[in-house]
């Protein structure tokens, strides 16, 4: 006789399922990019679930583009090489030593630890950085301080520390139309020929407009937007966006968080979701549940 607990049990799954049907057909065939970083890329367990999970979106038809960032890694290695890391605002001084090492981890360790955790899933990736085929043409990022006494704007030198110029999307076009999973290290290349460390959010957000994308998937440490008494906020419009900032609502660190998913959404993109990549299976509960669960930012 049939245990009723397990018919439950299965009749509970088979109901999930037909709830995501409407939305597996909606992003069949679609481009989804995942920026993959924070704790969820730190814990084992949550980066075992996390390759199953891209791994299943492209088994049921959506193309999944991920992005990793990689800074505690980095910060492991300059450790172990006993190099000083200089920070301004929050972005890595980053000079000719340290570049090195800065590709070397991205580009090398990180990505290909990502890649296999996708492809041990069952799914084949591949690991690859902006500067394969010329794909992220960087330009040096300037920034400016204001001296707080005199008022005056300064140049603030970060180095080899860059931002997208331009995506050419050949590559990941190639790699997906024969069935592969791109992940793709935030490494970008000047014309020159010069190195650059790119912040994985804006490249993320770079590559998701370049390729139109019906989803860009910000997995972050946190549940997403909140509002001033910490409740999350499910959607914003992009002048929403721009009223937060300017009324002091969105602050700190996600301030360029939104910015990239507003410039994403700008450039094409047809919707970009903060969500807590701390939570398990976050990218199936926000595409293929009836309510996501992080914040959605939208035109």
Do not use: W
């Amino acid at each position: 006789m049939t245990d009723p607990t397990a018919i439950d049990a299965a009749s509970e799954r088979a109901k999930i399922l037909a709830q995501a049907l409407p939305y597996l057909r909606r992003y069949a065939g679609a481009t989804i990019v995942v920026k993959y970083g924070g704790h969820a890329m730190g814990e084992e367990s949550l980066a075992a679930e996390f390759g199953r999970d891209i791994a299943l979106l492209k088994q049921v038809g959506v193309n999944p583009v991920v992005v990793h960032g990689g800074g505690p890694q980095i910060n492991a290695m300059l450790k172990r090489l006993a190099i000083q890391s200089n920070f301004i605002d929050g972005l890595r001084v980053t000079d000719a030593a340290m570049v090195e090492v800065v590709e070397m981890v991205l580009a090398g360790t990180v990505n290909k630890q990502v890649a296999n955790l996708i492809t041990q899933a069952g799914a084949l990736a591949v690991g690859i950085c902006g500067k394969d085929g010329g794909m992220i043409r960087a330009k040096k990022l300037i920034r400016t301080k204001k001296d707080p006494d005199s008022h005056i704007e300064q140049i603030l030198d970060l180095g080899f520390v860059g931002e997208p110029e331009h995506v050419d999307v050949r590559v990941i076009h190639a790699l997906t139309g024969a069935g592969l999973i791109p992940v793709i290290a935030p490494v970008g290349v000047g014309a020159d020929g010069q190195t650059y460390n790119i912040n994985a959010d804006t490249v993320a957000g770079a590559v998701a407009g370049a390729l139109g994308a019906a989803r860009l998937l910000m997995l972050t440490d946190v549940a997403g937007v909140l509002d001033a008494n910490k409740n999350l906020i499910p959607e914003l419009s992009i002048a929403a966006v721009q009223k937060g900032i300017a009324e002091g609502m969105i602050t700190g660190g996600m301030i360029p968080k939104v910015e990239n998913c507003v410039d994403a959404v700008q450039r094409g993109v047809k919707g970009a979701v903060i969500l807590d990549g701390r939570v398990r299976h976050a990218c199936l509960l926000e595409l293929f549940a009836e309510e996501g669960f992080g914040t959605l930012i939208t035109g």
